[in-house]
Nanobody
Framework: QVQLVESGGGLVQAGGSLRLSCAAS????????MGWFRRVPGKEREFVAA????????YYADSVKGRFSISRDNAKNTVYLQMNKMKPEDTAVYYC????????????????????WGQGTQVTVSS
């Protein structure tokens, strides 16, 4: 399995931006589909975005489409989530995840497609 560590969370005003990073170690990073999820207390973990192994394909939740962008740098073993035009409803703990199922499909919107998870980073958007 791969070990994942998120960073970059914090407090931001509505309309602002943050960039999350997720550093991976262990097995070959480029062999994993990568995803970002978020969770609000009392709710299920929610899909945010996913990216294919080479970064050529992406999926986004409708709630973040046009505002968030997922990318990866396989040379640095890192996946990013650029969050722009943030809203108070984006407040959550954000998690990155790695999937050994090598081809990105719509199934990667589901948590059970992923094999490894980070510990999460808190993002708070004030109104």
């Amino acid at each position: 399995q791969v070990q994942l560590v998120e960073s970059g969370g914090g407090l931001v005003q509505a309309g602002g931006s943050l960039r999350l990073s997720c550093a991976a170690s262990g097995r070959t990073f480029s062999s994993y589909v990568m995803g970002w999820f978020r969770r609000v207390p009392g709710k299920e973990r929610e899909f945010v975005a996913a990216i294919s192994r080479n970064g050529g394909s992406t999926y986004y939740a409708d709630s973040v489409k046009g505002r968030f962008s997922i990318s990866r740098d396989n040379a640095k073993n890192t996946v990013y989530l650029q969050m722009n035009k943030m809203k108070p409803e984006d407040t959550a703990v954000y998690y990155c995840a790695a999937s050994e199922r090598g081809v990105l499909t719509s199934r990667h919107r589901r948590t059970n497609e992923y094999d490894s998870w980070g510990q999460g980073t808190q993002v708070t958007v004030s109104s």
